[in-house]
């Protein structure tokens, strides 16, 4: 049975925690343990109504644990690499069970957290935290983690953007094909294994195919005018994000003329994305309220799926699976020439969001433009076109997100580990090593003079300045997964002299 989030279990007592800001992350909320049956809770509480803030905080008090934020340890600033080996065990958790109608999922083996107020296993930062377990020995927790997210698949359908039952209506940037190439267990259970996963998790982004005309879209699956079948980011849900409650609330009271439950869809659908919240789904391109991710056909969500296709097509001919390596074949065909026609921007010569109201390429560049280069689908010319859009967005200290500064944080002047690295390895794939050493160089130096300052790694950060990001719902965390791990795999593949870690 699926586990039902916060908000459902504990519904207006929820909606009264949150809305009220009892707390000043709403995430502190939904990840608290309640101590009884809801059911029971929200009786009593009922019956003590109406109460006052101090009385409620009290009461929340008395009937949930709360959780802890994950803060590393101070360190003397030794060497870099050897304090992200340091970090590994103070981000490394356990959960094969946990309490009774608790928002978080368990987990069979061991993985690793982001830091701070991500308490939990996450989709897409995990890749890029466990190339950095790989370069530091530690292929035990890598192999951990493909487990307990085959373990997801195998629940759920799907992975979820977090380990939360608040995230299961949405996923998080398909990388788990990736994750399964880093498997060193190459047994042929093992590989039938890590296929049966990446067919599963295709299906889920690919449900309703079948019965979808043309022009059309359901959940997660878009068909084109022409019959081209791509995909965009959705969720399963148009109500508040349960770790955002109170912020969603608000914005839909600060958006006349939108319909709450399509803005809040849209919002979540952002999430999925991982980029929550940028200029790439803003209507207007500066402000939240405008946001219609749904409407978008992203180049990078499509870039990846073909990567999967592709993915499967190889394990499957390996395997002796004549019937799955054909149909994944063609469906990785399909994609790229649909890829090819509808995500490039002809004017600006670069990879592009699709906009399904425009019918055209989105006019805003952003770094996703370099994703078609990163999983291989791009022909030559496009290529080089496309890198050289890209140099628009180096800044002193690495990439810029986007272009724009719209006080989100996926926009200039953030730059983030993962598209760092996405970028990187998109350029040395197609012969730009002396551009991916660049960025490398840059990022590198960003991350380095911050750690020796203050002895921390960030989640995000600024990348005209050399200092921590800012923006968004939240400080800035530290801790961080994905960036320890995007440093050791640039430290270990640098071409060039080493920069001093």
Not at 186 to 213: D, N, P, Q, T, V
Not at 235 to 241: C, G, I, K
Not at 318 to 333: M, W, Y
Not at 429 to 441: F, K, L, N, V, W
Request: aromatic letters at 10%; glycine letters at 8%.
């Amino acid at each position: 049975m699926t586990p039902r989030p916060p908000s459902l279990l504990l519904g207006a007592l929820f909606n009264e925690v949150q809305e009220r800001r009892l707390f000043a992350d709403s995430k502190t909320f939904a990840d608290a343990v309640p101590c009884r049956a809801p059911d029971a809770i929200v009786a009593d509480w009922q019956a003590r109504a109406p109460l006052d803030d101090a009385a409620l905080r009290a009461f929340v008090a008395d009937n949930f644990d709360l959780p802890p934020r994950i803060d590393a340890a101070p360190v003397d600033r030794g060497p870099l690499v050897e304090h992200i080996a340091a970090l590994w065990p103070q981000l490394t958790r356990e959960t094969p069970a946990v309490p009774p109608h608790a928002s978080a999922l368990p987990l069979p083996l061991r993985y690793v957290v982001p830091g701070g107020r991500f308490r939990e296993l996450y989709y897409w930062d995990s890749y890029f935290t466990m190339l950095g377990l790989a370069r530091s020995g530690r292929q035990d927790l890598v192999e951990d983690m493909i487990v307990n997210f085959g373990s997801l698949i195998d629940r759920y359908g799907h992975i979820p953007n977090g380990t939360r039952s608040y995230y299961l209506s949405r996923s998080h940037p398909p990388f788990f094909y990736l994750m399964a190439a880093l498997s060193r267990d190459g047994s042929e259970a093992a590989r039938r294994r890590r296929l049966g996963w990446m067919r599963a998790e295709h299906a889920f982004w690919m449900a309703g195919e079948e019965r979808l005309a043309a022009p059309g879209a359901h959940r997660r699956v878009v068909r084109l005018a022409d019959g081209a079948l791509l995909n965009r980011y959705w969720d399963d849900r148009a109500a508040p994000r349960d770790e955002s409650w109170a912020e969603d609330v608000a914005l839909a009271a600060d958006a006349p003329g939108r319909v709450a439950e399509d803005l809040w869809r849209d919002l979540r659908a952002a999430a999925e994305s991982g980029w929550d919240f940028s200029s790439r789904w803003l209507g207007d391109g500066r402000h939240l309220r405008s946001i219609r991710t749904t409407r978008i056909v992203p180049v990078d969500l499509n870039s990846l799926l073909y990567g999967l296709e592709t993915a499967v097509a190889e394990q499957a001919d390996a395997l002796g699976e004549a019937p799955i390596t054909a149909d994944f074949r063609r469906r990785a065909a399909d994609r790229a020439a649909a890829i090819e026609r509808h995500l490039w921007h002809s004017g600006r010569c670069h990879y592009a969001d699709h906009d399904l109201d425009t019918g055209a390429a989105a006019e805003r560049p952003t770094v996703a433009m370099i994703f078609p280069l990163f999983a291989g689908i791009a022909a030559p010319d496009r290529a080089a076109q496309t890198v050289t859009a890209l140099g628009a967005l180096i800044a002193p200290w690495g990439l810029a997100a986007t272009a724009i500064d719209t006080g989100q944080q996926w926009d200039a002047p953030n730059g983030w580990a993962p598209l760092q690295w996405v970028a990187v390895a998109g350029l040395r794939r197609y012969g730009h090593g002396e551009m991916a050493d660049d960025i490398a160089d840059r990022w590198l130096g960003a991350v380095t003079r911050h750690y020796r300052a203050t002895g921390q790694l960030l989640e995000k950060y600024d990348v005209e300045r050399g200092q921590a990001g800012g923006g968004g719902e939240y400080a800035v965390e530290h801790g961080f997964g994905w960036t320890n791990g995007v440093v050791l795999e640039m430290l270990a593949t640098r071409r060039s002299s080493p920069v001093a870690a």
